[in-house]
């Protein structure tokens, strides 16, 4: 696959096949992803990958946690709000996603059950985290996205399917104990991987872009 191709037909998977994917297969995937760009080559990026009955048990923490109504306390803060053209967006995937399989995500019940299909990884058999240290600056997190990305990229170049995931990192300290991560590490994102189960309805939403003329402006 070229890389256009692979970057316009990336898309997030949330049901997944129940086979396992190789070890070499996924440290080929953070081979490729290593050599991406960061600032001044400082390489800010820590990955933990989990298989298995370790993934399986951290699912039960995170619902339990969940339940029990602990509050939320990612290392890095949720928006509190948007800004136009972002909000406009966002409502059109609620949208999207309420047309295309009746899930409301504007309802509060319904997130809480978003959460728990997250926290259950949407039944991969692995779960990525993405850490690096909390003293490390907003380029820093910079780079860790386009880390990310391309993990995401290399992954769907070989077959297998991922979404990125913020809710997974809702209870950050809980994670870091869980894994004996310093608490010093910032958990940026949580990322599911496997093989795509791409006869899911789950899998049935394509999302939508902006216009490139409302994005971009050439001066000459
Ligand atoms: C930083 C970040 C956090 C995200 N968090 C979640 C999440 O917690 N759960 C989820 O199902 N999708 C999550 N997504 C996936 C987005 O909803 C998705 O990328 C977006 O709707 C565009 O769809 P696409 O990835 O299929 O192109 C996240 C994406 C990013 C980049």
Not at 20 to 39: F, G, M, Q, R
Request: charged share 25%; glycine share 4%; net charge negative.
């Amino acid at each position: 696959m070229d890389a256009l191709t692979c970057i316009k037909t990336r898309m997030s998977i949330r049901k997944f096949k129940t086979e396992t994917v190789p070890a070499n297969v996924l440290t080929e995937i953070i081979d490729t992803a290593k050599w991406s760009p960061s600032y001044k080559n400082s390489q800010p990026w820590e990955i933990i990958i989990l298989s298995g009955e370790k993934k399986k048990a951290l699912s039960r923490k995170l619902v339990e946690l969940l339940e029990n109504n602990v509050p939320p306390c990612p290392d890095l803060a949720p928006p509190e709000s948007w800004p136009e053209p972002e909000n406009n967006r966002i409502n059109l995937l609620y949208q999207q996603r309420f047309e295309a399989s009746g899930i409301d995500l504007k309802d509060p019940g319904v997130i809480q059950q978003a959460k728990k299909v997250n926290f259950n990884f949407y039944g991969a058999p692995h779960a990525i985290y993405l850490l690096q240290d909390k003293s490390l600056s907003q380029w820093s997190l910079f780079d860790l996205g386009l880390f990310a990305q391309s993990l995401m990229l290399a992954a769907h170049a070989k077959g297998l399917g991922t979404v990125p995931q913020a809710f997974v990192t809702d209870y950050a300290e809980d994670v870091k104990n869980f894994l004996d991560i310093p608490t010093d590490k910032r958990l940026v994102l949580g990322i599911s991987i496997g093989y795509p189960d791409l006869d899911s309805p789950a899998n049935g939403l394509r999302t939508t872009r902006e216009e490139t003329d409302n994005i971009l402006t050439f001066f000459e």
